[in-house]
């Protein structure tokens, strides 16, 4: 226990950013270039992540996110977002808070570029009265009534955050509610961290910067477009550290919206693979302008023998209302 927590704080930036079951569904926290590339003109998603509980105190995530197109001229629509997300564990929490702003240009029919930057801020906090420690053993047991006699200068420490990103979005056709598109996808690509601001550990470290990037494509079955398949790719780069998550869902059409309201049924199934890390199954139902979703993960790195195998629990809702103001299809 006390190996995993010292890690929490002695580790650089890399191991201390949040990650999702839902990775694709988080677009504002993969790159600002992401912003106001969604189907319709809004979007809002809440999570909740349990991490680890086999292993001391489970990391714990949750938080919310969203953007929305704001206006458009003739071929480019503007567009703002952001999210914020805390996460604790142990002794240790950190939260993030994040905005942006992004221009997406039309260049062609059914071809889109993104372009945008935003800025944020990072709060963490440590208590190391609340960890286990070495001095702390009295020859038979952990005591926690025996004084460690460490010291840090610092416990708490806020630091400023900048962030730029691009995205590129084709589709065959423009969107349809009752309908897959026969063939669509996004490529991006986000850059964070980009004035090094130090961070909370024991050498004051500077974060460095993070390269994200994402692949997410949909590609419609059948003559009548009613099931597709949604894979994707996500690769992270910061440092010396790296991850590689890749994935898939097959979607299908339970019900069609009626002539009176929008009321079609979505539902998700599929799973992914973080390399080294953990095998994840996914679910998840839209309905109308909502949806929700649960993953479950599982430990695949050498940590599954303290976690048992567990690797997290993740409850995902959106809220998307089927509204296309200032799109450019």
């Given at each position: 226990?006390?190996?995993?927590?010292?890690?929490?704080?002695s580790?650089?930036?890399?191991?201390?950013?949040?990650?999702?079951?839902?990775?694709?569904?988080?677009?504002?926290?993969?790159?600002?270039?992401?912003?106001?590339?969604?189907?319709?003109?809004?979007?809002?998603?809440?999570?909740?992540?349990?991490?680890?509980?086999?292993?001391?105190?489970?990391?714990?995530?949750?938080?919310?996110?969203?953007?929305?197109?704001?206006?458009?001229?003739?071929?480019?629509?503007?567009?703002?977002?952001?999210?914020?997300?805390?996460?604790?564990?142990?002794?240790?929490?950190?939260?993030?808070?994040?905005?942006?702003?992004?221009?997406?240009?039309?260049?062609?029919?059914?071809?889109?570029?993104?372009?945008?930057?935003?800025?944020?801020?990072?709060?963490?906090?440590?208590?190391?009265?609340?960890?286990?420690?070495?001095?702390?053993?009295?020859?038979?047991?952990y005591?926690?009534?025996i004084?460690?006699?460490?010291?840090?200068?610092?416990?708490?420490?806020?630091?400023?955050?900048?962030?730029?990103?691009?995205?590129?979005?084709?589709m065959?056709?423009?969107?349809?509610?009752?309908?897959?598109?026969?063939?669509?996808?996004?490529?991006?690509?986000?850059?964070?961290?980009?004035?090094?601001?130090?961070?909370?550990?024991?050498?004051?470290?500077?974060?460095?910067?993070?390269?994200?990037?994402?692949?997410d494509?949909?590609?419609?079955?059948?003559?009548?477009?009613?099931a597709?398949?949604n894979?994707?790719?996500?690769?992270?780069?910061?440092?010396?550290?790296?991850?590689?998550?890749?994935?898939?869902?097959?979607?299908?059409?339970?019900?069609?919206?009626?002539?009176?309201?929008?009321?079609?049924?979505?539902?998700?199934?599929?799973?992914?693979?973080?390399?080294?890390?953990?095998?994840?199954?996914?679910?998840?139902?839209?309905?109308?302008?909502?949806?929700?979703?649960?993953?479950?993960?599982?430990?695949?790195?050498?940590?599954?023998?303290?976690?048992?195998?567990?690797?997290?629990?993740?409850?995902?809702?959106?809220?998307?209302?089927m509204?296309?103001?200032?799109?450019?299809?």
């Amino acid at each position: 226990m006390l190996l995993v927590s010292f890690s929490v704080i002695s580790n650089r930036a890399s191991a201390q950013d949040p990650h999702f079951s839902f990775s694709n569904a988080f677009v504002e926290y993969q790159s600002p270039g992401l912003i106001g590339t969604q189907d319709n003109q809004m979007s809002f998603q809440m999570v909740y992540r349990n991490q680890w509980r086999n292993v001391g105190t489970a990391f714990q995530t949750y938080g919310l996110s969203g953007n929305s197109r704001i206006s458009k001229t003739t071929n480019t629509s503007f567009s703002v977002g952001g999210f914020i997300f805390n996460q604790s564990a142990f002794s240790y929490s950190s939260l993030l808070a994040h905005v942006a702003a992004a221009a997406n240009v039309k260049l062609s029919e059914g071809k889109i570029m993104s372009v945008g930057i935003g800025s944020g801020t990072r709060y963490e906090s440590l208590n190391p009265d609340e960890l286990m420690w070495t001095d702390q053993f009295n020859g038979y047991e952990y005591d926690p009534n025996i004084q460690h006699g460490e010291y840090f200068d610092r416990q708490q420490k806020a630091s400023f955050d900048l962030s730029a990103g691009m995205s590129y979005k084709f589709m065959s056709e423009a969107p349809n509610i009752d309908r897959f598109t026969k063939s669509s996808g996004t490529i991006s690509a986000g850059f964070w961290h980009l004035n090094q601001g130090k961070r909370l550990t024991l050498s004051d470290e500077q974060a460095d910067i993070k390269m994200v990037f994402m692949t997410d494509l949909l590609f419609a079955m059948g003559q009548d477009k009613k099931a597709a398949f949604n894979p994707w790719v996500l690769g992270m780069l910061q440092g010396s550290a790296y991850e590689l998550t890749a994935g898939g869902d097959f979607r299908f059409f339970l019900k069609q919206s009626d002539k009176y309201s929008v009321s079609r049924a979505i539902f998700s199934i599929g799973g992914a693979y973080r390399l080294n890390d953990a095998a994840m199954a996914r679910i998840m139902f839209d309905y109308a302008n909502y949806g929700i979703g649960v993953a479950y993960e599982m430990n695949t790195s050498s940590l599954k023998e303290a976690s048992k195998g567990f690797g997290c629990f993740e409850v995902f809702l959106k809220y998307s209302p089927m509204t296309k103001s200032f799109s450019l299809y």
